[in-house]
C-alpha cells in the first residue's frame, strides 16, 4: 500500500515538475519514482493514491516556487549566506568585545557619513564601555545646545546623555554631499533589513567586479548584495584600516565582523536581558502549569468520577 | 506503614489546602530565588568571555 502510494506521489510530483519545469522537482521525481518501481501495479487507484498524488503535485509547486529564474536576483540582491552569528542561539549572549571594537570602526570608518541618532553615549556604559570611558569619548564630540540668556545657541562639549552626532544636518546636505545618495542612519538598519546581520556582513565584504556585460556607472560601485547591484557607497573596510586597542588582528572581514555585531545590538540592545528573563519565565511557567493541572484535577475528580443514573419515570 | 513518595507528598503537601496554599506561596518565593540563581549561573558560564563584566577584567 505504501509502496503505490509514493508511486502516486511520484506521479504527481513528475507531472507537476515537468509542467514548472522545475530543477528540484525533476530531481526529486526519479528518486521517487525509483524507490517504488519493485513494488507491482496491481491496485486500482484509491482514494489514498489520489491524495498522494495532488501531494505530489503540491510539492513541486513549493519546489517550482522556490527556485525562481534568476532574474529577480539582481533586483532583490544576492540572497546573503548564513553565518554563524556568536549571539543567535537563545542562550547565546553578544559578544560585548565585538561591540566595543565595532563602535570603534563605526566611528573612524562609518561616521563621517552615517549618522546613528537614535543611540545615546549612556546606553554604551555596561555594554562596551565604562561609565569614564564613555564620557571622554562623549566629550570629544561637540553638541549644540541653547539658546542661552542671551537668546543665542551655543557648542558645549556632549555628555552621557546626548545622541551619536550627525555628520549633516539633514538629509538634504546628506544627499547633497554623497551625489543624490543619502546615507541611511544606522540605528536600526540590522533590524530594518531582512536577513540583518548577515546581510550587512555580505554587503561589506561583497565588492567585486561587476561580471561580463554589466556595467555600473560613475559613482555607483558594483555589490552583488545591494537590490540592483549598484550601490552608492564604496568599498569602505580594508585590512588594517582600524587598529584596535585589545590587539585583534584587523582584517577587513574582522572590522565586518564587529561592525555587524555592533549594529546587531544596535538594533537590539535589551536581547541579553530578555533572553535571560524569558528562560526563568519559561522555567517558572512551566511549574505553575503543573500545579494548576494538579489542582484543576484535584477539584474535578468527584464530577468526573461521578455516576449519572436516568430513571425512567412512569 | 511504607508509603510510596507521591502518597508522602499527598499527604503532607497537597491534602489539606491550608497547607497547600501556603506551600504555594513559600515555594513560589524560594523557586523564583532558585531559578534567578540557577539562570544566571548557566549564563555566565555560557558566555564567558563574551559578557561586559569578563572584558573589562581583561582590560585591568
Known sequence: MRTSLLRSLGKGLGLCAEATSSRVAQQTMPAVAAMSTSASDAEPTSKAAHYAAALGGVMAGIFGASCVASANEAADGLHAPHYPWGHEGVLDSYDHAAIRRGHKVYQQVCAACHSMQYLHWRQLVGVCYTEEEAKALAAETEVEDGPNDEGEMFTREGRLFDAFPSPYANEQAARYANGGAYPPDLTLISGGRHNGPNYIFSLLTGYRDPPAGISIREGLYYNPYFPGGAIAMPKMLVDGGVEYEDGTPASASQQAKDITTFLAWASYPYQDEMRVMGIKACLMISILIGFAAYSKRLRWAPIKSQRIVMDVVN | ?60
Not at chain 2, 5 to 15: D, G, I
Not at chain 2, 20 to 48: C, Q
Open chain 2, 1 to 60: 506503614m511504607v508509603m510510596r513518595l507521591s502518597e508522602a507528598l499527598y499527604q503532607t503537601f497537597f491534602k489539606r489546602s491550608t497547607v497547600y496554599i501556603p506551600m504555594l506561596l513559600v515555594g513560589a518565593y524560594f523557586s523564583n530565588e532558585a531559578i534567578d540563581y540557577a539562570v544566571d549561573k548557566m549564563w555566565t558560564t555560557r558566555n564567558k568571555g563574551k559578557l561586559f563584566s569578563d572584558i573589562i577584567a581583561e582590560r585591568t
